[in-house]
């Protein structure tokens, strides 16, 4: 379980902005239990067990969410720039057929691609 994640979740804020921490012992991986007995006095009293759990899914399903847009990102697709290109040669190969070879953006493209050829 990611404690501080967790708990920033559940409003859990000091005055500087950052996550209160569970004193001493705790750490990203303890859980409800551990975080429950280190808990300082002088941390707001600490959300029972269910709620912490059901932010901890949450936590989950958007870290998740975020891992998901940075593998696909990183490894699937390619740049804006090269499908962008991509798709162009596939007009031009008639892939779309012969009329979307009359599209603004085809027109537009071909033109820049005249005016700025490739060395």
Not at 23 to 48: F, H, I, K, V
Request: charged share 25%.
């Amino acid at each position: 379980m990611d404690i501080p994640l967790v708990l920033e979740k559940l409003g859990y804020i000091n005055p500087t902005g950052e996550p209160f921490y569970g004193g001493g012992g705790a750490t990203s991986a303890s859980t409800y239990a551990e975080l429950q007995e280190d808990w300082p006095a002088s941390n707001p009293t600490l959300s029972g067990e269910d709620v912490f759990n059901s932010a901890w899914i949450e936590v989950q399903a958007e870290q998740a969410e975020v891992d998901y847009k940075e593998k696909r990102l990183i490894s699937g697709y390619d740049n804006i720039g090269n499908q962008l290109d991509t798709l162009y040669w596939d007009i031009y190969s008639g892939k779309f057929g012969e009329e979307a070879k009359n599209s603004q953006w085809f027109l537009h493209c071909s033109g820049v691609k005249t005016d700025f050829p490739k060395p």
